[in-house]
């Protein structure tokens, strides 16, 4: 009876385990710097091999084209939604690759690729949903040792606010797998267009509201203690639904 009940704790740690290894939600990224007049040749290329080879999920495939930051006129590819086991059933084979170089001949540079996880314990999604939720603030943040934790709850507090005001933006955090020198976060809020930003911006009333009052003060500090503020920085990326697989 004793090793039954020990077999059932090891059967059940085990399926916990594969749940836990197996219940998230990541992107694998590349970015490309496309040769100069070649645009058009490589967005034709593009859609074409998405359309083609990445319609199925969680192989399907989102373009981004990068408006601001230090990475201005490049195009991000994200592919998933999927798991790493997942990953290793990616689309590929002699036609995949073949089709895959035609769009490969239009690039002038490749970025860091990257696996990015969608934080399911911090975010925020509109009641009305995110159709047409195509433009997106991505902020990236480095994390100094040691405060992963701290930083993560105070990214709480801000979706809190979101939540309790119902803005008409979505947000969303992203952990970077694996070490890194940074940056380890990125938050990113969707809205339908730039226009949202001319609404007014009330986030610290808002915050003080939802968190009592000196909670603002407190918040600012302690996010200074969390991050290399000197690493910080904005990109705006619009989604490019006719170059991207069909969702």
Excluded at 61 to 83: C, K, R, V
Excluded at 197 to 221: A, I, M, P, R, W
Aim: net charge negative; hydrophobic share 35%.
């Amino acid at each position: 009876m004793k090793n039954l009940f020990i077999t059932f704790l090891l059967m059940s740690w085990t399926l916990l385990s594969v749940q836990a290894q197996t219940d998230y939600m990541q992107w694998e990224t590349h970015r490309f710097n496309v040769k100069i007049g070649h645009e058009g040749d490589f967005e034709k290329a593009l859609a074409a091999h998405n359309k083609k080879f990445h319609n199925a999920a969680p192989y399907k495939t989102g373009i981004f084209q990068l408006h601001t930051g230090p990475n201005s006129g490049d195009y991000e590819l994200a592919i998933g939604p999927m798991t790493f086991t997942q990953l290793e059933g990616r689309p590929s084979g002699e036609a995949h690759d073949a089709d895959w170089a035609k769009v490969m001949e239009h690039v002038a540079s490749t970025g860091e690729s990257v696996y990015w996880r969608m934080d399911k314990d911090i975010m925020y999604n509109p009641a009305s949903g995110t159709t047409g939720f195509n433009t997106n603030r991505w902020r990236y943040f480095t994390i100094l040792p040691g405060e992963r934790d701290r930083f993560e709850g105070l990214l709480k507090q801000v979706a809190e606010v979101y939540a309790a005001k119902k803005y008409a933006a979505s947000y969303s955090v992203y952990w970077k797998w694996g070490a890194s020198a940074g940056p380890h976060a990125c938050v990113e809020i969707g809205m339908k267009s730039l226009a949202y930003f001319d609404q007014g911006n009330t986030f610290d009333k808002d915050f003080e509201e939802v968190h009592g009052f000196g909670s603002l003060n407190k918040f600012y500090d302690e996010f200074e203690l969390c991050i290399d503020r000197t690493k910080t920085y904005d990109e705006i990326a619009e989604f490019m639904p006719n170059l991207s697989s069909d969702y």
